[in-house]
């Protein structure tokens, strides 16, 4: 896990998308470290780009 991979983990009150680091059991991630789409988008300098058709985690 090298924090450039991120998973879909709900949304907030608002509808804005939430994710977590790949890896992250997101059932048991408390929604306080999931992380907005808006501040992920600001801190790549562009669009998050979705992973299809990736295989298990090595």
Partial sequence: MD???WRTAGR???GEQL???DGVD???C???VR???T???DLTGGPLTPV???GAAA
């Fill in 3 to 5: 924090g450039t991979l």
């Fill in 12 to 14: 907030t009150s608002t």
């Fill in 19 to 21: 994710y977590v680091l």
């Fill in 26 to 28: 997101v059932d048991a």
């Fill in 30 to 32: 408390p929604m306080w």
């Fill in 35 to 37: 992380e907005r789409e």
């Fill in 39 to 41: 501040l992920l988008v």
């Fill in 52 to 54: 299809t058709g990736r």
